[in-house]
């Protein structure tokens, strides 16, 4: 007997999620009946193919319609956060619950139901279990599961509990420690050897990589291939825990690694007995190892090797010294030097400097191992050495000497067999593009290797935690938006500018409050590492960022909020320009300045360029102006955000490898993208300089779909996303030329100062600053003439230095302004000056002379009076200053209705004389008075 279906008490928080199946009672090989999931009639649903998985109104239409079903399925992920607690066989003799477990339930305060059978009770709430991993105990009928599991659902509520879901993070805790506690990984652990070193899972891998049995580990590790095992997959397991126990002895960091590998599959995670196939595996492996990794060559149970005059033990540096005895004979005595042991371990060249470092493994008096490096005059001088103090080598100031010449005989006596390993300064590529160095990882075709970044706090920043798959859950909730993928896409970008010849450039997303902009960073910035921490605060100081920016190169960089300050405009060109500033040191000398290469990823409510800025910085800005226009829960964006902060830095690994396997076809996949991007209509160049970065972009999303194919994200086309941003900002929005948009800004500037520009007269004496004239020219007609100091203080500030110069000049070739024509005495040449002069009040003064024709043609203006100001009189003389009075209305000035005359108290008596009526004339006693009757007759 079966229960049927109750839909009104199922948790509205379960039903919004596309992640139901119906189910159905079927025999299973060796398993007897089991529940199978459907999401059609013959079709199988799959925890790990979202494919597969149902919306609940679907999932009820198919139950409706089928009666072959019996119920619906719930599948439980990572990404969820939820977790579903269920105890059989909990009806008792007399055909009641079993209050122990009933009330265990009731302590969740969460949705609680009965199982199908009737015989069951299970919980539904929002927690994590340890490692996402679920647990069965046959001792006490009860199941946890988090992801990897489906649930059967009914319906039938328990009486007394919630009908939502709820947090239950706590009781979650104390339920599991109860039912199942910590249980040692083997039955004596002093009988077997231990690692006495602490390893991070990256340089496990890196050891893996480079040892005996390098190709064994890769081919296992990375292809999944089970060749060398004959095709058993459990062997396989065995053989890659046993590689890993060799190096630690740690269960949750071998299934941690083991997770990393190709090998991992569904069955890892099955229940069998008292734990999971994985959890089984491990331990049985930990309980047979007979060998692990004890350090290097000098640190051990035993004194291992000596380099004369010196030996190390566990317990300390010696050194052996020739002494005399009474009755004269030569013997030697055991000094000790230092009480705590050091050695070298290896050796590396800096991949950015070329200097020489070496890698030193000491134990500190608490017995904590640890690796540093240092140079050679930190090893082989008395200052460096008693640095090493610091470190927890513990020895005295008068045996400085003594270290200082043991380092030297070992790295004499070492140096060309010592391990290689790779140290750097910065972030990037090295080795003619064979190598890309991120954080303290250096990726290359062949793998992953470990790497030091010396002096470079950046490093730790770019950095894995928590697993792929629950960033994997995260994502695809804001995937759907193709803002956020053009915005990942972008994120990719750096490591291929270099490669392709690109210059570095901007993408700013500038958005309203509450589409998601700042979460949206955390997830572009996630690809790479700490999601958080790699946000650069908008206010920080330019030498501070520029910075953090060497640090980075090839890299994204990101910069949160610039809405705060205006500051983050300066630094857009320079950025983009990839070469900072040179520098002068204190010996006189010249600091060289330094590159880069990267993409800075902003975010903000408005642009962070005005749009007086000039094209050369608008084509290298991509602006993005949409966000995430769905109103998310607020509890599904808590559970993106708080996932991608703790699951973070395995896309962008993932990324590279695509990269490398696409490193000889980049240069045409990349010209491919750049042709299939529409045409720009227009024959400036600076539109297809743009189409060049959507390229770029276009080639990033092209790896990263590829990388989100094979982990579970449903891949789209990155030419149709990228397509619609470049026809968004380019096609329908073509970039205005410099010298267009200088020409806008000088008319603007006259429009707004009109005044400014008019010729002093009699009747209209003049009591202000002036910016220039209004004269005619008898080929060009009406002109304005611009002071020209006037106008290159206005352009040079309002649009940015040293513009005027250019666009002057810009102006000339284009004939937009008059120049002066001078002939050359010797060669008769003509020469065209940009300044021309005018006569005023019998002197010359020079100006920039622009016609109004001019204007109107560039700028597209309106020309309603242009036909009058044609018509209008001319003066014979070039330079008079006779104007047209219809001139006057085409300023934004406010003209009158009629003819008005302005003239001051002591001309009152002249203006009497005058023909015109009392209403064309304005008499005033002083400036203030005048200025208000002037404003309201609408002259101002």
Request: aromatic share 10%; hydrophobic share 35%.
């Amino acid at each position: 007997m079966v229960l049927d279906v109750n839909i009104d008490p199922i948790p509205t928080e379960m039903k919004t999620l596309n992640h139901w199946a119906v189910w159905k009672t079927e025999e299973v090989k060796d398993r007897g009946d089991q529940k199978v999931s459907y999401y059609a009639e013959k079709m199988h649903s799959n925890v790990l193919k979202p494919k597969t998985w149902l919306p609940f109104e679907s999932a009820i239409d198919l139950l409706q319609k089928n009666p072959i079903f019996e119920g619906l399925s719930f599948i439980l992920t990572a990404d969820l956060g939820i977790v579903g607690v269920d105890y059989d066989n909990t009806v008792t003799e007399d055909g009641e619950f079993d209050n122990t477990k009933l009330e265990e339930l009731r302590a969740l305060h969460t949705y609680t139901e009965i199982s199908p059978s009737g015989q069951g009770i299970r919980a539904f709430c929002y927690a994590r279990l340890p490692n996402d991993k679920g647990k069965h105990s046959k001792k006490y009928d009860l199941e946890l599961y988090s992801t990897g599991k489906v649930l059967t659902v009914t319906g039938h509520h328990v009486e007394g509990t919630p009908l939502t879901l709820n947090e239950a993070q706590g009781p979650i805790n104390a339920l599991y420690d109860k039912h199942f506690p910590p249980q040692t990984s083997v039955s004596d652990d002093s009988i077997l050897p231990r690692t006495q070193m602490t390893f991070s899972d990256v340089k496990i891998i890196q050891l893996l990589e480079n040892g005996a049995y390098a190709e064994q580990f890769k081919d296992l590790f990375y292809e999944g291939d089970l060749s060398q095992y004959n095709n058993d997959h459990s062997a396989a397991d065995w053989d890659m825990c046993r590689r890993f126990i060799y190096y630690t002895q740690k269960p949750e960091q071998v299934d941690r690694l083991f997770r990393k590998s190709k090998l991992i599959r569904p069955k890892w995670d099955e229940t069998h007995g008292e734990g999971t196939y994985g959890e089984i595996t491990i331990k049985n492996c930990l309980l047979t190892r007979k060998k692990v990794y004890m350090g290097g060559p000098y640190i051990g149970k035993s004194l291992l090797t000596s380099e004369y005059p010196y030996i190390v033990t566990d317990k300390g540096i010696y050194k052996i010294k020739p002494t005399n005895s009474a009755n004269g004979d030569t013997v030697e005595s055991t000094i000790e030097i230092c009480s705590t042991p050091c050695t070298i371990i290896a050796v590396g060249r800096n991949l950015d400097n070329k200097e020489l470092l070496y890698k030193l493994l000491l134990r500190d008096p608490e017995d904590i191992e640890k690796e540093i490096w240092k140079s050679p005059s930190e090893l082989l001088q008395k200052k460096g050495v008693m640095q090493l103090q610091k470190e927890g080598l513990l020895f005295t100031e008068s045996n400085s000497g003594d270290l200082t010449d043991f380092f030297k005989i070992v790295i004499k006596n070492t140096i060309k067999t010592l391990p290689k390993e790779y140290v750097a300064s910065r972030s990037g590529w090295k080795k003619d593009f064979s190598l890309i160095v991120v954080g303290n990882r250096a990726i290359s075709a062949s793998g992953e290797a470990t790497v030091l970044q010396r002096d470079n706090p950046t490093a730790e920043l770019y950095t894995q935690k928590g697993d792929l798959n629950s960033w994997v859950g995260a994502a695809k909730e804001l995937l759907d938006y193709s803002s956020v993928r053009f915005k990942l896409y972008s994120a990719c970008a750096p490591p291929l500018l270099k490669l392709l010849n690109m210059p570095s450039f901007v993408e700013t997303q500038q958005v309203k409050s509450g589409n998601l902009k700042t979460t949206t960073g955390w997830l572009a910035a996630s690809l790479w590492g700490d999601p958080e921490r790699l946000q650069i605060n908008a206010a920080s100081t330019a030498v501070g960022i520029t910075k953090i920016v060497e640090f980075c190169t090839d890299l994204p960089i990101f910069v949160d909020e610039t809405s705060i300050t205006d500051s983050i405009k300066d630094l857009v060109y320079l950025i983009a320009n990839g070469v900072g500033r040179s520098k002068g040191n204190s010996e006189g000398g010249l600091v060289m300045p330094s590159t880069w290469s990267t993409v800075l990823l902003t975010t903000g409510e408005k642009p962070i360029l005005p749009e007086s800025a000039l094209t050369g910085q608008q084509v290298r800005v991509i602006p993005l102006r949409e966000g995430v226009n769905k109103k998310l829960k607020p509890e599904v964006v808590n559970h993106i955000q708080t996932t991608i902060k703790t699951n973070y830095g395995h896309v962008g690994v993932l990324f590279l490898r695509e990269l490398f396997k696409e490193k000889d076809n980049l240069t045409s996949l990349y010209q491919a993208f750049f042709r299939a991007f529409p045409e720009v209509e227009s024959e400036d160049i600076t539109s297809d300089r743009a189409k060049g970065y959507y390229a770029v972009i276009a080639l990033a999303g092209y790896l990263l779909e590829k990388v989100f194919e094979t982990i579970g994200i449903e891949a789209k086309d990155p030419y149709s996303v990228c397509e619609h941003y470049f026809t968004e900002n380019v096609i329908s929005n073509n970039f205005v030329p410099d010298y267009v948009k200088v020409l806008s800004a000088a008319y603007s500037w006259y429009s707004a100062n009109e005044v400014y520009f008019r010729d002093e007269e009699e009747e209209r004496p003049l009591n202000h600053e002036r910016y220039g004239w209004i004269r005619d020219d008898k080929e060009h007609g009406c002109c304005v003439c611009f002071i020209p100091d006037k106008l290159k203080k206005y352009i040079n500030i309002e649009i940015g230095p040293n513009t005027y110069e250019a666009v002057t000049d810009e102006w000339k070739n284009l004939e937009i302004l008059i120049p002066k024509t001078q002939k050359n005495k010797d060669t008769g040449a003509i020469c065209k000056l940009t300044k021309n002069q005018i006569s005023v009040d019998g002197r010359k003064e020079p100006v920039i002379k622009i016609p109004f024709d001019k204007f109107y043609e560039h700028l597209k203006l309106e020309d309603e009076n242009k036909e009058n100001l044609d018509s209008s009189e001319k003066s014979e003389d070039n330079n008079k200053p006779q104007v047209a009075e219809t001139l006057l209305t085409q300023t934004t000035f406010k003209a009158p209705s009629v003819g008005v005359q302005v003239v001051s108290i002591d001309a009152s008596e002249k203006t009497a004389e005058t023909t015109a009526t009392a209403n064309n004339i304005i008499i005033a006693s002083n400036d203030a008075e005048l200025a208000e009757i002037m404003e309201q007759e609408g002259i101002l």
